[in-house]
């Protein structure tokens, strides 16, 4: 096997060879690895060149990969059957470890992605508010559901596509824009517009790592509170990621309604919206907003996110430790990019980190939009020569996960050193 016949295969049958757009190297030349196994810090692919992976799933793998107390626990629910389409104990399990540390979040719904949470969580604030108009972020990547895929990054900004084809205009309509941390942006359309729920990733992710400024998010809250609009916090990607508490534990700020994804599943299919009893019980069967799913909750699915939490309560100084690695990797590029004369700006949060070909430091789409994304690419090449898998797009964060340690992350810098050198 090798990568090139496996990934013409890929494409005869499947749109541009990938389940998701992203993993096709679009925005950054070349052909993708096709992967075989992934073990730790490290994935193989098909022709067994081992990759140091800042990838990890895109987010998911704390653990890193094939984590044995996962596997164990994935391995032995499937052995009593992997889904029943009725209730397991399971479910409840998990959603106690959710919610356990959040006091201001009583209920929560599994759902089998980060898009349905977020799209249920949207048509539960609509109908809370009584109010159609929501209001985003841009670069803020919420999943793929209609109303959401307006000025969405991630891997929609690696097309160039501002929103989508298939969108009707009478569903993008309805979703107005702000530009991130600029709360006056956020004003402006209140001023103008009956905005009836607002959605926000709290440290941005998809546009690559863009931290909220703290007094952003507090002001944000506190216009949601006059305005009686319902606040998403989205932290699929942040949550159980840059801390313990994901974004709350950093800020502070709650959300009305907070959707949680990737760590909670551990790698397995799993995502969820939680909230305040009032706004929660107004999901079907006890209210009128219909939600569902054939698979959600699964017992194996449920069993990975179990195991996966668990082992996060039962670690003191895990995020501190991926934070420490991720401070390593940041600096250290930081030097290596001040010492080669390249314009780097570096951002990391917890466990999340993101680095930008670019003169200023980035707070927003249009910062991110600004960065250099044909030296990203030939970077990005580069490293990937050198063993070391990096998100394929500048427009994605990278992450850390338990099994790496510093030989590793030195490892990825002498790499950057060398990578930089040929740029
Ligand atoms: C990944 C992500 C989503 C979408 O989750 P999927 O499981 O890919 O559908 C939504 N919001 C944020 C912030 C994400 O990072």
């Excluded at 984590?67 to 009725?86: H, N, P, Y």
């Excluded at 604030?125 to 985003?136: C, N």
């Excluded at 069967?285 to 017992?299: K, R």
Aim: negative net charge; aromatic residues 10%.
């Amino acid at each position: 096997m090798n990568n090139h016949d496996e990934f013409l295969a890929a494409q005869k049958l499947i749109p541009g060879g990938v389940d998701s757009p992203v993993r096709a190297f679009g925005n950054v030349g070349g052909e993708p690895f096709m992967v075989d196994r992934g073990e730790g810090s490290y994935i193989y692919d098909v022709e067994g060149k081992k990759y140091l992976d800042f990838v990890q799933s895109w987010g998911p793998l704390i653990f890193g990969h094939a984590d044995a107390d996962i596997e164990r626990a994935v391995v032995q629910t499937a052995k009593k059957g992997l889904s029943f389409g009725a209730s397991s104990p399971l479910e409840t399990q998990l959603a106690s470890l959710v919610l356990k540390n959040f006091d201001f979040l009583d209920k929560i719904r599994f759902t089998s992605s980060g898009t349905e949470a977020t799209m249920s969580a949207i048509r539960l604030a609509r109908a809370f508010s009584g109010r159609d108009k929501i209001l985003k972020f841009e670069g803020c990547y919420h999943g793929h559901s209609d109303s959401l895929l307006v000025k969405a990054g991630s891997g929609a900004s690696t097309f160039g596509n501002a929103s989508s084809a298939g969108v009707p205009q009478d569903v993008a309509k309805n979703t107005y824009l702000a530009r991130y941390n600029d709360i006056q942006s956020v004003k402006d359309v209140l001023a103008q517009n009956d905005i009836g729920t607002i959605i926000i990733e709290p440290i941005a992710g998809n546009m690559g790592l863009v931290p909220a400024d703290p007094e952003f998010l507090t002001e944000l809250r506190a216009l949601c509170d006059e305005k009686k609009i319902v606040l998403i916090i989205d932290e699929v990607m942040s949550g159980f990621r840059a801390s313990e508490l994901g974004s709350y534990g950093i800020y502070g700020v709650r959300g009305d309604l907070v959707t949680f994804g990737k760590v909670i599943g551990g790698g397995m299919s799993v995502a969820a919206f939680a909230g305040k009893r009032e706004i929660m019980d107004m999901i079907s069967p006890l209210g009128a907003v219909y939600q569902a799913g054939t698979l959600s909750g699964n017992p194996v699915a449920m069993a990975a996110g179990i195991a996966s939490l668990s082992k996060i309560y039962a670690s003191s100084d895990l995020y501190e430790r991926l934070g420490e690695l991720a401070r390593r990797l940041t600096d250290g590029l930081c030097a290596i990019a001040r010492h080669r004369g390249i314009a780097l700006q570096t951002a990391c949060v917890g466990s999340m980190f993101g680095y930008f070909f670019a003169d200023e430091e980035v707070r927003d789409y249009d910062g991110a939009l600004r960065a250099d994304t044909a030296r990203f690419a030939k970077f990005h090449g580069e490293m990937i020569k050198r063993g070391v898998f990096l998100a394929p797009s500048q427009f994605e964060t990278g992450f850390i996960c338990a099994t790496m340690n510093e030989t590793q992350i030195d490892f990825a810098l002498n790499a950057a050193d060398e990578a930089m050198a040929a740029l």
